[in-house]
């Protein structure tokens, strides 16, 4: 969600030694970390780089361990730098850092308890929050859709940063590597961040192909089949270079 709030803000136990503080660096942090949150990092602005989010709006979460890292509020992702790594566990509870967390932090910490997610990227995404308003799953346009397990559903709306949203986006989710949450954005998780990222382009795309073939007047758009979508699918599962 927008992260205008809470910029500046200090967590609780700031000052009281909690690794990874402003200043200190990765100095005695865990293994992985210091290039997770490079990569976290370089994906948050990758998402403004490509227009999917605006300023600070949409977040970006990756675990390392039993270590949820994630974008801190209100913070302009080019000014992000090693010392402001920001980690929760996956109660919440702050292990890395001072600067507040994502508003949103309730939703990705609900992804990474019940998903195989180890990477989640939220977005604004334009066309995809535009379909967000109109329907309730986003029509079977492209075979690429079943690279996120199938028809990608829409979670019901409720106000950003809630529980409440939490448990919507779940829903949607079921079966699913990604969803459209309503009058809201974009929702996907992954192996890893490139392949949360990925997914995330690919809605968006999908969700533009949509709107235009469907604003041509007096034309209605084919839909692919189930049976179309499972061949799909299946030859999605090999694709690549082995090894």
Known sequence: MAEQHGSGQEAEGAGRGVPGTRGEGFEGLGEGVTEAWAELVATARRTVADGLVVGTSGN???????????????????????????????????????????????????????????????????????????VDELPAIHYMTAALGGPVRVARYATYGTPELAENTLRALDGRTGCLMRNHGTLTYGAGLAQAYDRTAQLEWMCRVWLTASSVPGLTPTLLSPEQLAEAGERLRGYGQRG
């Open 60 to 134: 970006v979460s990756v675990r390392v361990g039993n270590t949820v890292l994630v974008t801190p509020s209100g913070v302009p992702y080019d000014r992000l730098t090693p010392a402001d790594v920001t980690g929760v566990d996956l109660t919440g509870r702050q292990v890395l850092g001072t600067l507040v967390p994502t508003s949103e932090l309730p939703l990705h910490l609900a992804v990474h308890r019940t998903t195989k997610a180890r990477a989640v990227v939220h977005t604004h995404a334009v066309h995809a929050t535009a379909v967000s308003t109109l």
